[in-house]
């Protein structure tokens, strides 16, 4: 009897390796796209937005099937597809030969019990000798599913039989002719070698060469290539570190005075060389260097012993020289047995004819590529980058149809509020302090944390920080008697020294309010902010792509029950949330020139920081739908590196002064803050050239500027937090940096 076991991450998967690789050695597939490290890989730097979606059999604590298969959102489907999807040439189920029909009637029956969780699944390159896409096609046609299937790639390769020398003598001999003389062209260029990578430091030498040579040969086409993209140059790394340990990788060079003018990044195993990626430099395409490699490729496979050079997905007119039949790769699609699964069918299969018409038009993308240069070369290349993160469309309406529960991050249940300032007022009330009680508060502070103090009938006394944004314990002593509460900001995600102010704020007999407005999601010892307090509360959208949102954490007895405030619900949230997003993607923003306008900016700060907090104002639903999708570990690590980033490129600079020049063990950076001496100039200039900034406070409350308070005075006339958000790429904070230190 077999038992299916269900892996829906990236852990189970570890857990199950040596049996998986023990199955992959006995079905005798094509491996390469099937391995662990292929998988793992491209689960962690290709497609992060693909989660495992895995079924395994098993008989007792043996493997008997593997169907790697990952779940993919988009704007409206939810797609399940191979692990690999687009980048395996060919993809399968790994399944036992004595069990194959009962496995596959199992996944059938195992699918249809996870119906709900998808829409379509669409399983591509089963290459053409597999005997589970004929199983599956009749057992889904037997069962009543909706499904297609039909032919996809071909994929032409080579059957080796007999030597190099006879296999040549059957080639056109003017092609050879030609071939010959341009060898020696090239040869009069310099030293012209060819180079079979079998070492890793040689491997790492050489790989930025690859990348290089392949966006310089595709970069006059308007084209994807995941080959010339970040997270793909990561991906193939990894992959040939890991295939040329197992002997697996084969990537082939042409050399000219040892630099690479063509390259190979293939495969080979049991026997067979797959020819994956190939590219060759731009610069010698008259010299015919990328055939000119793949001539030694082949007279190395000839000599070497290999039974076959498979040229893998594509009919090309370059590999039809050399090969001796096709093979037929298989696509299968078919439809959840649900409703939206049966509608969302003929839609996806339009949206795939649609786009293979799109990709046959070469000049289409000739033209688009051209245009792209052209607007470049003219330097028409217009950014924005916003001081918050932005979503996309479709994340925006899939949280419209999402639950609204928030997630289990902090021990205590918080309660949520249209913004940061209601959460204050309200935490304030439920500690019930008299009327006239005194709250310490910095100097360095947003004025409408004043106004809602006030507005709960209780007084401020201000007291200085020290340039190092902590507290000014000898301004503090002599201010806190009579004192009810101490209020601290942990500003821009980085903590106050806790066990100072706890110890102090127990001597005095003080309550701890804190202000994690900058600072959701850090941590001290493994512990949130926010929940060392009698209450914390907490502004949303300075760290999330949220429209609104505040929440309370409360932590003391002293705090009267509380219920959460019910969800409100408006159009005008996802409005904003998809105008944030086209403002980013187009670097057309109305609000980088209105911010130029002082009067304009300062009197609407003004204004805002009085405006009388209406407690029954309610989080929108959206934001509570988002905040149920927020992946912390996701966020906090690219904020983080973001913030490094910086650190690297600014920390040394003489003009200014970095305020956390070490990023502490468990901080979510709300932004990378400096001083700078011309503060306001500098501010003008980047909203000039699109790049939005927050400058935390630049107009503090009446009662700081008429009472002293330097050290808070020097902060909000000099400081400019530069955006450290997830939304941001190395190519915006490279802009940013450019334009800063410009």
């Not at 002719?177 to 030293?191: C, D, M, P, V």
């Amino acid at each position: 009897m077999l038992e299916v076991r269900f892996i829906g991450d990236t852990e189970g998967i570890k857990a199950i390796e040596p049996q998986w690789e023990s199955l992959l050695g006995k079905v005798g597939s094509v491996p390469v796209f099937l391995t662990r490290e292929w998988v793992r890989n491209w689960l962690k730097l290709l497609c992060t937005k693909t989660k495992p979606f895995i079924f395994t059999l098993w008989n007792g604590n043996e493997l008997k099937a593997f169907f790697p298969l990952g779940l993919k959102s988009t704007f409206f489907v939810k797609r399940l597809e191979f692990i690999g999807h687009d980048d395996g040439d060919y993809l399968d189920f790994i399944v036992d030969t004595d069990s194959k029909e009962a496995s596959i009637e199992i996944l059938i029956s195992s699918l249809r019990e996870k119906k709900g969780q998808w829409d379509v699944c669409d399983l591509k390159d089963f290459p053409e000798e597999s005997s589970n896409y004929e199983l599956l096609r009749e057992l889904l046609k037997k069962e009543g599913w909706k499904a297609i299937s039909y032919d996809t790639w071909r994929c032409p390769y080579l059957e080796i039989n007999g030597d190099w020398d006879s296999f040549l003598k059957q080639q056109d001999k003017k092609f050879k002719y030609n071939l010959k003389q341009r060898k020696r062209h090239l040869e009069s260029l310099g030293k012209l070698e060819f180079k079979k990578i079998q070492a890793r430091e040689e491997l790492e030498h050489y790989l930025p060469q690859v990348f290089e040579i392949h966006r310089k040969r595709w970069k006059g086409y308007a084209i994807y290539s995941r080959f010339s993209t970040p997270g793909g140059q990561e991906f193939y790394s990894e992959l040939a570190r890991d295939y040329l340990a197992r002997k697996m990788l084969r990537l082939d060079l042409l050399l000219l005075n040892e630099k690479v003018i063509a390259f190979s990044y293939s495969f080979q195993w049991n026997g067979r060389y797959l020819h994956y990626t190939p590219a060759y430099d731009p610069c010698y395409a008259k010299y015919a260097s990328g055939m000119i490699l793949l001539m030694h490729i082949l007279e190395d496979a000839f000599k070497s012993g290999l039974r076959e050079i498979d040229f893998t997905r594509g009919e090309l007119q370059y590999k039809s020289r050399w090969i001796s039949g096709a093979r037929q790769n298989k696509r299968i699609v078919f439809s959840s047995p649900t409703l939206k699964g049966r509608v969302t069918f003929p839609i996806y299969l339009l949206y795939l004819f649609l786009y293979a018409e799109v990709r046959r038009l070469k000049i289409l993308r000739v033209i688009l590529a051209k245009l792209q240069q052209w607007r470049a070369s003219l330097g028409i290349k217009i950014t924005y980058i916003p001081p918050d993160a932005v979503l996309s469309p479709v994340e925006v309406f899939k949280a419209t149809a999402s639950k609204v529960d928030p997630p289990g991050y902090f021990s205590s249940k918080p309660i949520f509020f249209k913004d940061g300032r209601t959460a204050l007022l309200k935490g304030l009330r439920l500690c019930g302090f008299a009327t006239e009680e005194v709250i310490l508060i910095p100097a360095y502070v947003c004025g409408s944390v004043v106004s809602t103090i006030e507005q709960a009938g209780l007084r401020v006394r201000f007291y200085e920080v020290k340039e190092n944004l902590e507290p000014d314990f000898k301004d503090l002593e002599s201010k806190s008697t009579g004192a009810s509460a101490l209020l601290i900001i942990h500003y821009f995600g980085f903590s106050q020294p806790l066990d100072k102010v706890l110890r102090f704020c127990s001597e005095k007999g003080l309550l701890l309010i804190e202000d994690c407005a900058h600072a959701l999601f850090s941590r001290v010892g493994g512990r949130p902010l926010g929940t060392f307090g009698a209450f914390g509360i907490f502004s949303l959208r300075k760290t999330l792509p949220l429209p609104d949102g505040g929440m309370l954490l409360l932590n003391t007895e002293r705090a009267v029950e509380a219920k959460n405030i019910g969800k409100g619900y408006s159009i005008s949230p996802t409005v904003s949330l998809l105008e944030k997003w086209v403002e980013f993607k187009t670097g057309l923003s109305l609000r980088s020139y209105l911010l130029q306008n002082d009067r304009l900016r300062n009197g609407y700060i003004r204004r805002d920081s009085k405006k009388e907090v209406i407690p029954e104002n309610t989080i929108s639903t959206i934001s509570l739908r988002l905040f149920r999708e927020v992946k912390v570990e996701e966020i906090v690590n690219k904020r983080r590196e973001n913030y490094n980033y910086y650190l690297k490129s600014l920390a040394d600079r003489k003009d200014l002064q970095v305020l956390f020049p070490e990023l502490t063990e468990g901080v979510c950076p709300v932004g990378f803050p400096v001083l700078i001496a011309n503060r306001d100039g500098v501010y003008k200039w980047l909203l000039r050239k699109g790049i939005n900034l927050r400058t935390f406070w630049d107009v503090l409350p009446e009662e700081v500027y008429s009472s002293g308070y330097p050290e808070a005075r020097k902060l909000s006339e000099h400081i400019l937090i530069l955006p450290t958000h997830q939304s941001l790429k190395e190519e915006h904070l490279d802009y940013v940096i450019k334009q800063f230190t410009t």
